[in-house]
């Protein structure tokens, strides 16, 4: 198949003629013989909800605050409200990471972490 | 039996699957590999518990070592789209021959073996989000519980570990490839992968809306800066742009046009929002470099791509996915077709349902759903804003592996998520030699463009090397 080749829409236009017809073969009746494009799509009431509520996006140092506080938010809601963090407690509330990295987090060798010893393993350039 | 029905749920099932054998023939090597098709259940990160059976077809180069062979996961997006594009269309070792943008070959599409399938570089795996193909929710949950952003990341996280522990594919270099909405569920995914201590190698985002809200067709009122270039592209495949650039000099073409649309559309819509209306000299290079009349610019500087797509040409509707596909417009306003859609779907449902059970010996009564209606209940919310931004985290899963490798792939001609609107968000990163953005001539699903897919296909394995060598 090389490249098509490219078609003068305006003069078809004008002289009124049919671009190509619609392939509508027997095989398609029954099934989803068309698939929306709604990817991506979102319902027009949200949409609208959306454009009213519009936060403008962040980016370099900014952005990079916005992750580290989604990082902070998990570490929170597993650290409870002890604020620290044991191995075998990341490791069984589902933070993995840190439970693999434990040893290089905690630098200070106190068997438990808080969210700034792993903001810093982090700026350090991770593992 | 399988629904995409938002209370629909599994009682007991099984996690049954289908192992094929087959070859295919890539740059003068047979490579046989083994197709495993069926059901493995997502369990909970938290409890263990069984919450959502997902349908995948994975594909594994026979007598690899599993624990140094890569491995890749491809999902679609919608939400509420199955996977078959990127199954049957993209790198896997059979795809639909659609010659995009031909308009004129028969249909259905023949499935052919792929020349270009990326089994030589990487295992495999393409999965179904819950609510379509045969992907189903387990009981007590629902597939709505899994309708939004973080609760579909969450699900596919615990799918991708359990797929790695119970294939011993925990050493495995891993990779993540998602289209459109599978784009921002690449970052959600990417981010919860990374934390629960599954090292990734790099994320393909194929034709990604990132964040929603700088997408002035689906998010927000702002300029529509980011599809000016599309719009060029189109223009120029059209020969309406003045000049009309062969394919060739479409990226010179194309650099110019991401500059006007900065430096000049830009700040004239913000302008016009103020009170300003624009130059004279503004709407005669808006038609100039889009090929839409001056009228139409003058009457509205800020327009979104469906007015595009109707009014490039009078009578004739472009596509959203591939504007270079036209039929003439019957439809009626605010209700257009995608031109580019209705060709090639019946095709890609009437194969992939053939081919599940034929090729790969899967068999079920239910019918294989290529699209669900989880898009009217999906919850769009995340990190506290009504659509996503998802930037954050990709930022995040980086934070936490500064050697993620990230590639963006776009179509110059898709007015569903433009190429230049990749670029924008992704540049909200900063420097970053691990973040690459790669045009290609045609739509949103470049990979059915021949050539495209094949300068695809060289790009990909380039990449894939040098992630596996960070």
Redesign the interface.
């Known amino acids: 198949m090389g490249v098509p080749l490219r078609i003068d829409l305006r003069s078809l236009a004008a002289a009124g003629a049919i671009v190509f017809a619609l392939p509508f073969n027997a095989f398609a009746q029954g099934a989803a013989a068309d698939v929306p494009m709604l990817d991506p799509w979102v319902p027009p009431a949200l949409k609208a909800k959306a454009a009213a509520s519009r936060v403008g996006a962040t980016q370099g140092a900014a952005l990079r605050a916005d992750a580290e506080a989604k990082l902070k938010a998990r570490f929170d809601a597993a650290a409870g409200e002890v604020g620290t963090l044991t191995r075998g407690e990341a490791a069984a509330r589902g933070l993995g990471a840190i439970a693999r990295d434990f040893e290089a987090i905690d630098r200070r060798g106190a068997g438990r972490i808080t969210f700034e010893d792993y903001r810093q393993f982090l700026r350090a350039g991770a593992p | 039996m399988y629904s995409s029905d938002p209370n629909a749920s599994l009682a007991n099932p099984l996690e049954i699957t289908s192992v094929t054998r087959h070859q295919v023939t890539v740059d003068g090597a047979a490579l046989p590999y083994t197709a495993t098709t069926g059901h493995m259940h997502a369990l909970s ?2 409890t263990g518990a069984a919450r959502a059976s997902f349908f995948y077809v994975a594909y594994t180069l026979d007598g690899a070592a599993p624990a140094t062979r890569p491995v890749t996961f491809f999902y ?6 199955a996977t078959v594009w990127l199954h049957l269309g993209s790198f896997g070792p059979k795809r639909l021959a659609s ?1 995009m ?4 070959l028969p ?2 599409y023949p499935l052919v073996d792929n020349a270009e399938t990326l089994l030589d570089v990487s295992d495999l795996v393409f999965v179904d989000a819950v609510g379509v193909g045969y992907s189903q929710a387990i009981a007590p949950h629902t597939n709505r519980t899994f309708y939004g952003v973080d609760a579909d990341g969450e699900v596919f996280r615990d799918f991708v570990m359990r797929y790695a522990i119970v294939n011993n594919r925990s050493s495995s270099p891993k990779f993540l490839y998602g289209e ?2 599978g784009g921002p569920r690449t970052a959600v995914l990417a ?1 919860l992968l ?5 090292r990734l190698a790099g994320v393909v985002l194929q034709s990604p ?1 990132m ?5 002035c067709d ?5 300029p529509c800066t980011g599809f000016i270039p599309s719009y060029s592209a189109t223009g120029a ?4 742009t003045t000049p009309a650039p062969a ?1 060739a000099e479409l990226p010179t073409f194309l650099t110019q046009m991401r500059t006007f649309a900065t430096t000049e559309f830009d700040p004239a819509v913000r302008a016009l929002n103020a009170g300003a209306p624009p130059s004279a000299v503004l709407l005669d290079r808006m038609a100039a470099n889009t090929g839409l009349r001056r009228t139409a610019w003058e009457a509205q500087l800020n327009r979104g791509p469906t007015y595009y797509r109707v009014n ?5 509707l472009s596509g ?2 591939d504007t ?1 596909v ?3 417009n019957n439809s009626l306003p605010g209700q257009e ?7 090639i ?2 095709s890609f ?2 194969r992939i ?1 053939e081919y599940l059970s034929g090729t790969l010996r899967y068999t079920t009564p239910s019918t294989y759903m ?2 669900s209606n989880a ?2 209940t999906w919850n ?1 919310s995340h ?5 996503p ?1 998802t ?3 990709l ?2 899963a ?5 050697r993620l490798k990230v590639l963006a792939l776009n179509g110059y001609h898709d007015v ?2 433009p190429f230049f609107t990749t670029e924008r ?1 992704l ?4 420097t970053n030699p691990n973040v690459q953005v790669r045009n290609y001539v045609g739509g949103h699903m470049t990979y059915l463009d ?2 495209s897919r094949r300068q695809m296909k060289a790009d990909l394995a380039q990449w894939y090397g040098s992630a596996l060598a960070n």
């Open positions: 990160l938290g679609n997006g919608g939400p509420g789209s010659g943008p031909a308009q004129t249909t259905p459109s909405y981010d990374e934390s629960a201590g599954v809306a964040d929603y809200n700088s997408n689906i998010g927000s009122a702002q495949w059209f020969s309406l394919t490039l040409a009078p009578g004739t959203r996915y270079r036209t039929l003439p077709i995608d031109p580019s859609s209705t060709l779907s019946p449902q009437f349902t290529l699209l898009i009217n769009f990190d506290g804003r009504t659509l931004d930037l954050p985290d930022a995040a980086i934070v936490q592996n500064p569903a998520t968000d540049a909200r990163l900063g021949d050539n």
